[in-house]
């Protein structure tokens, strides 16, 4: 990047102290009494006396600057006090060191101002350039800002490639939902225009950050233009195609996946270990078992021997399409195979069974882990704790949090929720509140989930004022509600007879677009309408529900006919237009559940309605294929 013809912008004066450095450091100094290198008597009292400074050789000031960088909480008077006393002939090697101490302190800015007023012009190297980057306490989107003032003020100051690979990793690593968009063109422009004027070419390391970076946001074809690119560039790494292939998997897109993994072998990319792991993942999740068995035989033939982190991956996609067995008889088999299950391989299989309510076979495989001396950490005691609250084991959970304050492993908002949700599920709010005081005064800040389900609590019990205020924290604080926020809160409204309120609350969502409404919230909305008899805007909602491509469910069907007269076939009217509408669509998989719906009230559809929904859910080929499936199956008996 150029040294830049405006000035420094001003948000980011604003973060960098007036006062010189050595006034702001006398200052800190002052302040701060009990310190190993300067005493609460005089600023000269240290370990290192001044006298012996000159003498120090440079060793020996470096493996002080170093044990300052790595003490766990960094002293700002002891870092200052030291600067002050180091020679002016000092090694330009030890203020990275002291930057990286700096900006770890209670007074991280301190670090931006040495790193822009240093002692000496010899200070300022590609190391505090590289540390700098790394470690200050800027927003993302000033980082771009903040490496421009310093090449224009540091004009010897040339930027190497790891530079750039440090700035977008700083940068892509930020990603958040809101901002993504401008912090991924901030890193196209970077690797497009920055990196090329300085005659520069992008490495592996470059490209991979920002793939990874666009397929995390969910931009999959600009991943896989970007991919192309690098090839033709002349670079080829595995860690750039991962992160696509994983993205296009966690979206379904198994074809397009085996086609860019065949585009990767092609191109003479190597599969790595982590390829081998992500498509093991992706296939299972996507129900592909076959498949990922294939890849399985491949790593076999290639003589890559699956360690813990690929049968942690394995484990974890059977979990996540619902197979626990299977997933548990992995885990024993890794024993018998000389591999140790760690943590990260007990964590989905305790979180699947607590999930599927067998929280006592959660339990057994606790006891095993246990007995096989891996030490839980806090995602399996949270886990562990949650599936107890979920099926209203309170003392088991309480006995659990207390074990695991004994071990020394903090809970976590996470922790904390679970046991929220526990008392509120039991009926006990005020040990729930409780509870949620403890976790303030704990310092855990409150996501959207740790609200959703406070202000559920508080619904369910008929507190709705008590939520709303609860509701209105959240967004004093910036704290954007989801999903079950929103309908969390519109239930609440609805349930006290406030469907109006609901109503606003709903189309606020919408406005906002801080979350999508599910199915689930717009039932909410529906029952609430109907039970007010106000059957217009309950079917304005349906067709606003079906425009924005949200299927109804059985228990919408069963909202609309309890209010319908079934009797004087309105209810069968009703359904059958819901069919035609959905067969429109060509949403033909909700069309047949509202099919299936009819025929267990007793319902027949009309010919025409089954022939327009057999017609567009059944495949001709496809239903061959399973006849012939089943023939074989029967001639193997």
């Given at each position: 990047m150029p040294p830049p013809t405006s000035p420094l912008p001003l948000r980011l004066r604003r973060l960098i102290p007036n006062p010189p450095f050595?006034?702001?450091?006398?200052?800190?100094?002052?302040?701060?009494?009990?310190?190993?290198?300067?005493?609460?008597?005089?600023?000269?009292?240290?370990?290192?006396?001044?006298?012996?400074?000159?003498?120090?050789?440079?060793?020996?000031?470096?493996?002080?600057?170093?044990?300052?960088?790595?003490?766990?909480?960094?002293?700002?008077?002891?870092?200052?006090?030291?600067?002050?006393?180091?020679?002016?002939?000092?090694?330009?090697?030890?203020?990275?060191?002291?930057?990286?101490?700096?900006?770890?302190?209670?007074?991280?800015?301190?670090?931006?101002?040495?790193?822009?007023?240093?002692?000496?012009?010899?200070?300022?190297?590609?190391?505090?350039?590289?540390?700098?980057?790394?470690?200050?306490?800027?927003?993302?989107?000033?980082?771009?800002?903040?490496?421009?003032?310093?090449?224009?003020?540091?004009?010897?100051?040339?930027?190497?490639?790891?530079?750039?690979?440090?700035?977008?990793?700083?940068?892509?690593?930020?990603?958040?939902?809101?901002?993504?968009?401008?912090?991924?063109?901030?890193?196209?422009?970077?690797?497009?225009?920055?990196?090329?004027?300085?005659?520069?070419?992008?490495?592996?390391?470059?490209?991979?950050?920002?793939?990874?970076?666009?397929?995390?946001?969910?931009?999959?074809?600009?991943?896989?233009?970007?991919?192309?690119?690098?090839?033709?560039?002349?670079?080829?790494?595995?860690?750039?195609?991962?992160?696509?292939?994983?993205?296009?998997?966690r979206a379904g897109d198994v074809t397009g996946a085996a086609k860019l993994f065949s585009f990767m072998q092609l191109k003479g990319c190597a599969p790595s270990p982590a390829t081998y792991n992500v498509l093991l993942h992706g296939l299972l999740v996507c129900g592909k078992a076959s498949a990922a068995m294939g890849v399985m035989r491949r790593m076999e033939r290639e003589d890559v021997t699956p360690g813990v982190m690929t049968y942690g991956a394995i484990v974890d996609g059977l979990v996540r399409c619902g197979r626990l067995e299977d997933a548990w008889k992995v885990t024993e088999e890794m024993g018998r195979k000389g591999l140790a299950p760690n943590e990260f391989v007990f964590s989905p299989v305790i979180t699947g069974f607590c999930k599927s309510g067998e929280v006592d076979r959660a339990s057994r495989v606790w006891d095993a882990m246990v007995a096989g001396g891996v030490r839980p950490n806090v995602v399996l005691y949270s886990a562990?704790?949650?599936?107890?609250?979920?099926?209203?084991?309170?003392?088991?959970?309480?006995?659990?949090?207390e074990e695991m304050a004994e071990a020394k492993c903090v809970p976590n908002t996470v922790t904390y929720s679970s046991m929220v949700r526990g008392y509120f599920q039991i009926g006990d709010s005020s040990?729930?509140?409780?509870?949620?005081?403890?976790?303030?005064?704990?310092?855990?800040?409150?996501?959207?989930?740790?609200?959703?389900?406070?202000?559920?609590?508080?619904?369910?019990?008929?507190?709705?004022?008590?939520?709303?205020?609860?509701?209105?924290?959240?967004?004093?604080?910036?704290?954007?509600?989801?999903?079950?926020?929103?309908?969390?809160?519109?239930?609440?409204?609805?349930?006290?007879?406030?469907?109006?309120?609901?109503?606003?609350?709903?189309?606020?969502?919408?406005?906002?677009?801080?979350?999508?409404p599910d199915v689930i919230c717009y039932n909410v909305l529906l029952d609430g309408l109907l039970r007010a008899k106000d059957l217009p805007r309950a079917m304005d909602l349906l067709n606003q529900m079906l425009d924005k491509g949200c299927d109804p469910d059985t228990v919408t069907c069963n909202t609309f006919l309890r209010e319908i007269e079934v009797g004087q076939g309105k209810g069968r009217e009703f359904l059958e237009g819901l069919v035609v509408r959905l067969c429109n669509r060509k949403r033909n998989k909700a069309a047949g559940e509202v099919v299936m719906v009819m025929l267990a009230k007793y319902i027949v559809p009309e010919p025409a309605i089954l022939d327009m929904v057999l017609r567009g859910v059944c495949r001709r080929k496809r239903v061959s294929r399973v006849i012939d499936k089943c023939w074989d199956e029967i001639w193997k008996f």
């Open positions: 050595y006034a702001a450091a006398a200052a800190a100094a002052r302040l701060c009494h009990s310190d190993p290198f300067v005493s609460s008597s005089s600023d000269d009292e240290s370990p290192l006396a001044d006298e012996l400074f000159p003498a120090a050789g440079a060793p020996t000031l470096l493996s002080v600057a170093r044990s300052l960088a790595n003490s766990p909480s960094p002293s700002v008077s002891s870092v200052l006090g030291f600067l002050r006393r180091l020679p002016t002939d000092a090694s330009p090697h030890i203020f990275p060191h002291l930057i990286a101490a700096l900006s770890r302190s209670p007074r991280p800015l301190l670090a931006l101002h040495l790193f822009l007023r240093p002692p000496t012009s010899a200070a300022t190297t590609h190391h505090s350039f590289n540390s700098a980057l790394v470690r200050f306490p800027l927003p993302p989107h000033l980082l771009p800002a903040f490496f421009s003032h310093s090449l224009r003020r540091f004009p010897r100051l040339a930027p190497t490639l790891l530079s750039f690979n440090l700035l977008l990793k700083c940068v892509c690593s930020s990603l958040v939902p809101r901002n993504h968009r401008l912090y991924l063109e901030v890193a196209l422009r970077v690797l497009h225009h920055s990196i090329p004027r300085w005659n520069l070419s992008p490495d592996k390391f470059t490209y991979s950050t920002v793939v990874s970076a666009l397929a995390d946001a969910g931009q999959i074809d600009d991943a896989v233009a970007l991919v192309h690119e690098m090839v033709v560039d002349g670079v080829v790494a595995a860690e750039a195609f991962n992160p696509v292939l994983s993205a296009m998997l562990m704790i949650d599936g107890f609250a979920r099926c209203g084991k309170m003392t088991e959970a309480e006995l659990l949090f040990q729930a509140l409780s509870v949620w005081e403890e976790m303030l005064r704990a310092g855990c800040t409150p996501n959207a989930v740790t609200y959703s389900i406070l202000i559920n609590g508080l619904c369910n019990v008929g507190r709705s004022k008590d939520a709303m205020m609860v509701w209105k924290h959240m967004l004093g604080r910036g704290c954007a509600p989801d999903t079950i926020a929103y309908t969390s809160m519109i239930k609440g409204l609805c349930v006290s007879g406030m469907v109006d309120g609901g109503l606003r609350l709903f189309y606020d969502m919408l406005a906002r677009g801080d979350a999508d």
